[in-house]
């Protein structure tokens, strides 16, 4: 892992799912999203455990000299004044984004939003799907920038 409890101003940076460590890196900031909306985190933030929502992950001030970003869908995000770790469901490079996959499960989604009937549980879940492919979409499109 990224050197914790460091002096050098950097937070250590950890992207996990389940099946890979997809980034292990020193950062000056860290923007990711919530459910309640994006947040950006800083060298010596006060702890905090949020959950993370679908979205783009961006790595600012990183070893590479450049921003570096990664899609999320769903996960927790642990805040140390040093240190921030992202476990998500799933985690990609942008370029390993399918715009034409996330307009598909856009559309699955939209069909159960529309079949859920009277059941409160199958709104959620539909509109859960149809808010990752959106996150999902605009993300490949930015990515293309």
């Known amino acids: 892992m990224a050197e914790t409890g460091n002096n050098t101003g950097k937070l250590a940076v950890r ?3 389940p099946d890979r460590v997809l980034v292990e890196c020193l950062a000056d900031a860290v923007e990711l999203p ?3 909306g994006y947040m950006e985190v800083l ?3 006060a702890p905090l455990l949020s959950d993370l929502g679908a979205g783009l992950v961006t790595l600012h001030g ?3 000299g450049v921003d570096t970003k990664y899609f999320v869908s769903q996960g927790f995000v642990e805040v140390l ?3 921030v770790t992202i476990l998500a469901e799933m985690a990609l490079h942008p370029e390993e984004l399918d715009a034409s996959a996330a ?4 559309a699955a989604g939209e069909a159960a939003w529309h079949g859920a009937g009277d059941d409160a549980a199958n709104y959620d879940a539909a509109n859960a799907i149809i808010r990752e ?3 999902n979409i605009a ?3 930015t990515s293309k920038h």
């Open 81 to 83: 004044p040093g240190q």
């Open 34 to 36: 919530s459910s309640a």
């Open 139 to 141: 993300a490949a499109e």
């Open 15 to 17: 992207l996990v799912t």
């Open 43 to 45: 060298y010596g933030h």
């Open 103 to 106: 307009r598909e499960q856009q």
């Open 62 to 64: 990183t070893d590479a």
């Open 133 to 135: 492919a959106e996150a």
